[in-house]
């Protein structure tokens, strides 16, 4: 089963800019969404720390091809 991920970008009065992720598309019992629910959320903590890294520094750190 696929599920959908939006990444939504936001800036503030202040310059800084706010990253929303929202993921939709669970299905089956609830104990299975809690569960395939925590298994995503660290994959998109790399990817987001990844990405500040190479933004910011312009650094590439591969994290997504250091656990594919």
Excluded: M, P, Y
């Amino acid at each position: 089963a696929f599920t959908q991920i939006t990444w939504t970008l936001a800036a503030t009065e202040g310059g800084d800019t706010i990253l929303t992720n929202e993921e939709s598309g669970f299905a089956g019992r609830a104990d299975a969404i809690a569960a395939q629910t925590l298994d995503s959320t660290g994959g998109f903590n790399q990817v987001i720390v990844a990405a500040k890294a190479w933004i910011e520094h312009g650094v590439a750190l591969n994290v997504v091809a250091d656990h594919a």
